[in-house]
């Protein structure tokens, strides 16, 4: 099993490339940061590029003006502008307790960064002719975030898992809440023993959906023999299916 992930990488457009160069010319799972864009550039990817363009910029500024509102901070003051942020309270901490979270806020918090149109996660994955699986998954990460956030995309595990004795899975949505469960892996070990792509797809979701009923995400699984179904909650997913029998690609809608 080879894995190559690349996170946090500026300056360089093709991240899903840089990640492939990982895992075939190094011995990592995963590079990060500017020395990931260093790497990249040196195995011959274009950069370093400005990858801002008129749209993003435009939506950072009206953002700011704003107030940075919203974002992905929390238990912090001031909460109502752009920062520099302290700790609202660290007493828990100063007294060696876990300060206790107000989950229901948090959660609520969450549904209004997280959705269909403020990410652009793309999973895909392939068998090929002699019956090898790949999967891989690229994102630009969440809108808004904290610089320095890693999400679920370059995590083995979360947003992709692929064995040739199984199948495979790509998943997009709320990367921080699912890379807690790994859930891409969890389709993989269930079709493992024996599920069907569907039922291990709406296993894997509903194994976060009770722990956080108002996340976002949606799964895709595939076995090793071309079967393939998806699960979501939260939103109307879809997703596109082409074998090599099929004149065109076909786009399946998931509902929640």
């Avoid at 992709?160 to 997009?172: Q, S």
Wanted: hydrophobic share 40%.
């Amino acid at each position: 099993m080879e894995v190559g992930a690349v996170a946090a990488m500026r300056y360089v457009k093709d991240g899903i490339k840089a990640a492939r160069l990982v895992m075939q010319h190094t011995k990592h799972t995963m590079l990060v940061g500017d020395r990931a864009s260093a790497f990249a550039i040196a195995m011959g990817l274009p950069g370093p590029t400005n990858l801002s363009s008129s749209e993003s910029l435009e939506k950072w500024s009206r953002w700011k003006e704003n107030h940075c509102q919203p974002n992905f901070w929390k238990n912090v003051l001031p909460f109502d502008s752009c920062g520099p942020y302290q700790p609202k309270d660290n007493t828990g901490f100063n007294k060696g307790i876990c300060p206790e979270a107000n989950s229901v806020r948090i959660i609520e918090s969450r549904t209004s960064l997280i959705g269909p149109r403020n990410h652009d996660t793309i999973s895909m994955a392939v068998i090929d002719r002699m019956g090898h699986v790949a999967v891989g998954t690229s994102t630009n990460g969440a809108t808004f975030k904290i610089p320095g956030r890693v999400g679920d995309g370059p995590i083995a595990g979360s947003s992709a898992y692929a064995d040739d004795e199984v199948g495979a899975c790509g998943a997009t949505g709320d990367g921080d809440i699912m890379m807690r469960f790994l859930p891409c892996y969890q389709v993989v070990e269930s079709m493992r023993q024996g599920m069907e792509p569907k039922l291990a797809a709406k296993d894997a979701i509903s194994r976060i959906a009770r722990k956080f009923p108002d996340f976002m995400g949606a799964i895709v699984a595939i076995n090793k023999n071309g079967e393939h179904a998806g699960a979501c909650h939260g939103w109307t997913f879809q997703y596109s299916a082409r074998s090599p029998d099929m004149d065109d690609v076909k786009v399946i809608t998931v509902l929640p």
